[in-house]
């Protein structure tokens, strides 16, 4: 019996029973609780994701060591990753347009 351990096996079902959907499909209902892969599924009723405006992007930023260890604290603390309370931080200064105030004396 063969189970599905990572996608990447999914290769290695699809060749071994490239000749019969019916044990490949019994093969990937096994590994994936149940559930059959449909040949094509129907997008035309689809509708856009509603949470695009909130996708987040990946950038490369430098912050301070001693910010990092601040927010990794705050994260032991929490239980909220040290990223993502950078993120709720800044988000908050972006929603309430917070001003910089800088004073280099």
């Given at each position: 019996?063969?189970?599905l351990f990572h996608e990447s096996d999914a290769f290695l079902i699809n060749y071994?029973?490239?000749k019969s959907n019916y044990y490949r499909n019994e093969i990937l209902s096994r590994s994936i609780g149940g559930a059959v892969m449909?040949?094509?599924?129907?997008f035309s009723k689809a509708?856009?994701?509603?949470y695009t405006n909130k996708l987040k992007k990946q950038?490369?930023?430098?912050?301070?060591?001693?910010?990092?260890?601040?927010f990794k604290s705050q994260s032991k603390f929490s239980g909220i990753p040290y990223q993502t309370l950078i993120n709720l931080?800044?988000?908050d200064c972006a929603e309430?347009?917070?001003q910089l105030q800088i004073n280099w004396n």
């Open positions: 019996m063969l189970f071994i029973c490239k449909k040949e094509e599924y129907d509708r856009k994701n509603p950038i490369t930023i430098n912050i301070d060591a001693d910010t990092i260890d601040y931080y800044l988000s309430k347009k917070r």
